[in-house]
């Protein structure tokens, strides 16, 4: 997350998309608004669905109740207020947890009158400089029941001195203690764990995070950014000092070079698919099929909603991201489902400039029950990739010709965001039938590891002679099967 005014300096602007994008869409996927009193500012920082109710935290500190969430003129009540910019709200146990700049409170509503009537620190004492942009993400709860946060890294001045655990993840103990458990984060904004109790989270391109990612966090785990590394000489750090981390090496060279260096399941490909990640959710329950199983993130400054599929390979996480819903009015913060099926997307643009033509907002995506013929997800096979697809595949159409496939890595410096560096064209050496017939696997020569892949598959019809809804993935291939 950037200000407005290193968006301005540093980035190029990215036009809105076609409206015959937009309109394919809207085929299967709705966006709803949901109608907010002119004079409400909702700059979504955390949302809770209950029932037809819905909680959203907002980045001024407020907690609005919305009854009737799902109807056509929803009665908001103001639930709280005088919290310092939560970015995140996690109900359990009658309690709702959220993260402020400087403390992880639960807060309850105790006689039903929808406005809070208790407040407790849950954990507190990470240290803060009074720098604008040292935000808190979370919480989150790991398969053990513990709670987890991620501190962003200050940008500019720090004016009461440098602050420790700056740019780390902090796990919560079930006393209130907290333990830094891994470094070298930037910009954390989404943090949650997978079905499975793993925590992940997503991390901002800029300096020393050469494009956006997704990536699994590990105690002892090093990110790659060196600002908050003299931490690790503290003796509460989980991780291990990486020593100097040297600028301008290729992603490989650091990657072998630095023992604890994590690299992320999944590099998001900047200006192609998103430029910020914000909050992510699993669909678990196949609310928007055929993805079930899979990631969908929303992105702060391109206003769409991603996917994120998943694949291990020799014990270490990677996968691709693919496009999903373009066109909603503002940049995401979060998203969370609700009740329904449908996926709430809470909006806030102040200081991260979005497309779209609002500042806040909340919006649905409505399944309309329309199967798409769309590429679902890509794996990793000894020597090319498995493509499953949403339907029975034309035969005559599986052929080299119809896929395109390019690679490119990046450079890990210090530099503000990578282009892509040593981008070479793949040669499709073969092209057959997978297991089933909604699938089809590549040969690909000349694979690499830590490398993104582009593939294409524009020339692929179904059976009915339809083309792809979505023809592109991005595969991060940290490791060769």
Same mark, same amino acid.
């Given at each position: ?48 669905? =209950?029932? &037809? ?93 513990? #709670? ?101 090496? =290729? #992603? ?58 998943? &694949? ?19 940049? #995401? ?8 099926g449908s996926l709430w997307c809470g909006m806030t643009n102040r200081g991260w400039p979005s497309v779209g ?66 981008? =070479? ?57």
């Amino acid at each position: 997350m950037v200000s407005m005014l290193l968006l301005a300096l540093f980035l190029p602007q990215e036009p809105a998309p076609a409206a015959a994008i937009l309109a394919q869409d809207d085929r299967f996927v709705q966006i709803v608004d949901m109608p907010l009193p002119n004079d409400l500012v909702l700059e979504v920082g955390g949302i809770v669905a =209950r029932g &037809d109710e819905l909680i959203v935290a907002t980045r001024r500190g407020e907690v609005w109740h919305f009854a009737d969430a799902y109807g056509p003129s929803p009665k908001p009540t103001l639930w709280a207020q005088g919290l310092q910019e939560p970015l995140g709200l996690l109900e359990r146990d009658g309690w709702l947890y959220c993260a402020q700049r400087g403390e992880l409170s639960r807060m309850r509503d105790v006689d039903g009158d929808h406005r809070m009537d208790e407040l407790q620190t849950v954990s507190q004492g990470w240290p803060l400089s009074g720098n604008y942009h040292e935000y808190c993400f979370g919480p989150t709860i790991d398969g053990d029941g513990r #709670m987890w946060l991620t501190l962003n890294k200050p940008f500019g001045d720090e004016p009461y001195g440098k602050a420790d655990w700056r740019g780390w993840a902090v796990r919560i103990e079930a006393d209130g203690s907290w333990t830094p458990v891994c470094a070298g984060l930037r910009s954390p904004a989404g943090v949650a764990a997978s079905p499975w109790g793993e925590v992940f989270y997503s991390d901002n391109q800029g300096e020393w995070c050469a494009t956006s990612k997704f990536a699994a966090l590990h105690e002892g785990d090093f990110h790659g950014h060196p600002h908050g590394i003299e931490s690790c000489k503290l003796p509460a750090s989980k991780v291990a000092h990486p020593g100097k981390v040297p600028s301008g090496q =290729r #992603m490989e060279v650091t990657a072998a070079a630095i023992a604890n260096f994590r690299l992320p399941a999944v590099w998001i490909p900047y200006d192609l698919l998103g430029r910020s990640p914000g909050g992510f959710v699993w669909d678990t329950d196949g609310r928007f099929p055929p993805y079930r199983g899979q990631v969908f993130c929303g992105d702060q400054y391109s206003s769409e909603v991603f996917r994120i599929s998943l &694949d291990k390979v020799d014990g270490r996480w990677q996968g691709a991201c693919y496009p999903f819903r373009r066109g909603l009015k503002c940049g #995401m913060t979060r998203v969370q489902w609700g009740t329904d099926g449908s996926l709430w997307c809470g909006m806030t643009n102040r200081g991260w400039p979005s497309v779209g033509p609002e500042k806040w907002g909340l919006q649905r995506l409505v399944w309309r029950g329309v199967m798409p013929f769309d590429l679902v997800e890509v794996t990793a096979t000894r020597g090319g990739f498995a493509l499953k697809f949403s339907a029975p595949l034309a035969a005559a159409t599986l052929v080299p010709a119809s896929f395109a496939v390019q690679s490119w890595t990046y450079d890990h410096h210090s530099d503000y965001g990578c282009p892509e560096r040593d981008r =070479r064209e793949q040669v499709v050496t073969a092209v057959r039938p997978g297991a089933t017939p909604d699938a089809v696997e590549l040969q690909v020569a000349d694979l690499h590891p830590v490398r993104v892949y582009q593939i294409r598959c524009d020339g692929v019809r179904d059976a009915g002679d339809q083309t792809v809804w979505h023809p592109v993935a991005w595969y991060t291939l940290n490791s060769l099967r």
